[in-house]
């Protein structure tokens, strides 16, 4: 496997995949050639044979320049839980440490418990919030159209 940037010729291989590896319609402005050309350096992508396999979109804060956001993982059915996921994360650590980032941002929806237990393994903690839900603290209306939402943070270290 190797992880790679992206580059604005991959976005119709993503447009093709996304769906499919979400398990339902997914659409998003991230994946349009100028997301990937303005955010190249955080929007990654893991390929194997030539295969695309999974995928980080995400950038750097301007509001907090400590801090850079993953917005969107995915990775195909067929690789889950073989380390696909894991090894992006870890990359889009490294471009933000060497970036000067110290903290990582990112979301999940409440329901998504896989999810919740894959960041916490990564070390990522759960954002208090004014809402629990199942004991799981959420940020109700989180996107401002309703929508939920679990918020985690990591702290990067250089080592």
Not at 67 to 79: L, Q, S
């Amino acid at each position: 496997m190797i992880i790679r940037n992206m580059e604005a010729a991959d976005c119709r291989g993503i447009l093709e995949l996304a769906s499919g590896w979400w398990g339902s319609e997914y659409s998003s402005d991230m994946f349009s050639k100028w997301y990937i050309a303005h955010f190249r350096e955080t929007c990654l992508l893991a390929e194997e044979n030539g295969r695309m396999i999974g995928f980080v979109m995400g950038f750097l804060s301007q509001t907090y320049p400590d801090e850079a956001y993953i917005r969107i993982v995915m990775v195909d059915p067929a690789y889950r839980g073989k380390g696909i996921g894991r090894a992006l994360y870890h990359a889009f650590f490294e471009r933000a440490l060497a970036m000067k980032r110290s903290v990582i941002r990112c979301v999940t929806a409440p329901w998504k418990k896989e999810s919740i237990a894959f960041h916490t393994r990564l070390g990522f903690i759960l954002e208090p919030q004014d809402q629990e839900v199942d004991g799981i603290p959420v940020c109700m209306d989180y996107d401002g159209r309703g929508g939920s939402r679990v918020v985690f943070k990591k702290l990067l270290h250089a080592e």
